[in-house]
């Protein structure tokens, strides 16, 4: 993953991407006749109808004037944006709102003071900026099965640490009974970037009463490159030197050992699975670097193929429970939890709409993405027992630059020897289902595809020509 701090913003001139709606003019205004003087009244936000008092349309008071004026946002084009979160389609005759970025972007890491934050890694949708990435499913089985020397590993993975079994809470249970038994579950961890021992933080939770950590990969993934120091600081602002046991940057999550860890209280593991769309969620973090904080809402879509990352190296794929509950920068790697406190995502990433440029920190607007548990138990299972996590792969590679209502996926290229090939599968065939289950695109393919494990054996609903058919496929395993 590419861990690189992005550009600056860009300037305010910039020129919009092709097919971006321009700003409309503004009407001219009648003149008004004179008022008497009014005492001076402090600046105020937009009004709620978008004009002024005096009828004319609403703009940002002048530098030096008022408020700030908000970072220029460069416009994209409609092909940037994410299937599943374009804008809606304005009625007939209405006036298009100016361009704003709709990125996914994870929870970044925050500076320790200034409210500056550094840009621990990019995350613009992988929707083919330009029309032509293309999402990977390499063929290269890698993974070593030896269990690591040193501690934190062990060979039987999670049978063999001391997970807690029992949900904190009985029954289902208000906000504030759900944070009273998970806060002390809850961390914040403090990593190297940037050449900084202090340069990025996020949360994490306690995974088991043995010492492990969970986390975002994209929070420690330059202090494990650099091996950096990573500080775990418990609810009761205790700190705890970590090392990462491993990491994988294709499903975004890290798993980190604290030796002594006497003192921590683990969570517990839930279901995703179990969860239902309107069902109240909190999440738990540390914002902005605010430690120990509670937000709460409901899960508003389950499986949501989502896809964080600038490029095909950097990309994560998540199918995602996507929630309203507050996330922000900082809350990455807290724990999402049911209303018994079992944790049943990792909070990984958010959309943005306007408010600054892409390369610009933002906050919540009420969407973010949680990577299901059921994924950690796998990935941290992996992890436990060789220190290297896996994902399926089956040798091939799809277009993922598709627009609203697909109707699947298309192979661009079959590598030689693959279980692609080994399956019947050819460029141009279009994948519609796999297992039963619709795909619209690439990027539903790859997310479908990874909720498996290296060796099952799947199904793909396949269209060639005027034909269709079903065809078996054994997966392959890479690294990653």
Do not use: C
């Not at 306690?206 to 975002?216: A, E, F, Q, S, Y």
């Not at 949501?304 to 996507?322: C, E, F, H, L, M």
């Amino acid at each position: 993953m590419n861990d690189a701090q992005e550009p600056g913003p860009e300037p305010a001139d910039t020129p919009p991407l092709a097919g971006a709606p321009s700003e409309p003019a503004p009407e001219p205004v009648a003149e008004q006749p004179e008022q008497p003087e009014q005492p001076e009244q402090p600046a105020e936000d937009s009004p709620a109808d978008g004009t002024a008092a005096d009828g004319s349309p609403w703009a940002p008071p002048a530098p030096g004037t008022g408020r700030a004026q908000p970072e220029p946002t460069r416009p994209l084009a409609d092909e940037l944006f994410a299937p599943s979160l374009l804008p809606p389609v304005a009625a007939p005759g209405a006036v298009p709102p100016s361009a704003h970025d709709l990125t996914v972007r994870r929870p970044r890491g925050t500076g320790p003071a200034g409210w500056m934050w550094p840009l621990v890694a990019a995350l613009a949708l992988l929707v083919g900026l330009g029309g032509g990435l293309l999402g990977a499913l390499v063929y290269d089985k890698v993974i070593d099965d030896d269990t690591p020397d040193g501690v934190g590993y062990t060979a039987g993975g999670l049978a063999g640490v001391d997970l807690e079994e029992l949900p904190p809470l009985e029954e289902p249970g208000s906000v504030a009974a759900v944070a009273q038994a998970v806060l002390p579950s809850t961390v914040q961890i403090v990593a190297e970037y940037g050449g900084e021992a202090t340069g990025a933080t996020g949360s994490g939770w306690v995974m088991d009463n043995d010492g492990h950590i969970v986390t975002n990969n994209h929070v420690v993934a330059e202090a494990a490159k650099d091996d950096g120091p990573i500080v775990v600081i418990d609810h009761d602002r205790n700190r705890y030197d970590a090392t990462v046991i491993g990491r994988s940057p294709v499903y975004d999550l890290a798993i980190l050992y604290v030796e002594d860890h006497d003192s921590f209280t683990a969570a517990t593991l839930g279901r995703s699975a179990k969860l239902r769309v309107g069902e109240p969620v909190v999440a738990i973090g540390s914002p902005l670097g605010l430690n120990d904080t509670v937000t709460s809402g409901i899960v508003s879509f389950l499986q949501r193929p989502v896809s964080t990352g600038s490029s095909s190296d950097a990309a994560s794929y998540i199918n995602a429970v996507q929630t309203d509950a507050a996330i922000n920068p900082g809350n990455s790697g807290g724990p999402l939890l049911n209303m018994q406190g079992e944790v049943v995502g990792v909070n990984s990433a958010i959309a943005t709409a306007g408010g600054g440029s892409i390369d610009s920190e933002a906050g919540n607007i009420g969407v973010g993405f949680a990577i299901p548990v059921e994924q950690v138990r796998v990935t941290a299972d992996q992890i436990l027992k060789t220190g290297k996590a896996q994902y399926p792969v089956i040798g091939a590679q799809v277009q993922t630059g598709e627009t609203v209502g697909g109707d699947g996926a298309e192979l661009e290229e079959i590598v030689a020897g693959s279980p692609a090939q080994d399956a019947g599968l050819r460029a141009g065939d279009l994948i519609t289902q796999v297992n039963g289950v619709r795909v619209d695109g690439g990027i539903a393919l790859i997310v479908a595809i990874r909720v498996y494990q290296p060796g099952q054996t799947i199904e793909f609903t396949v269209e060639r020509g005027e034909d269709e058919m079903t065809v078996e496929i054994t997966l392959d395993g890479e690294e990653g």
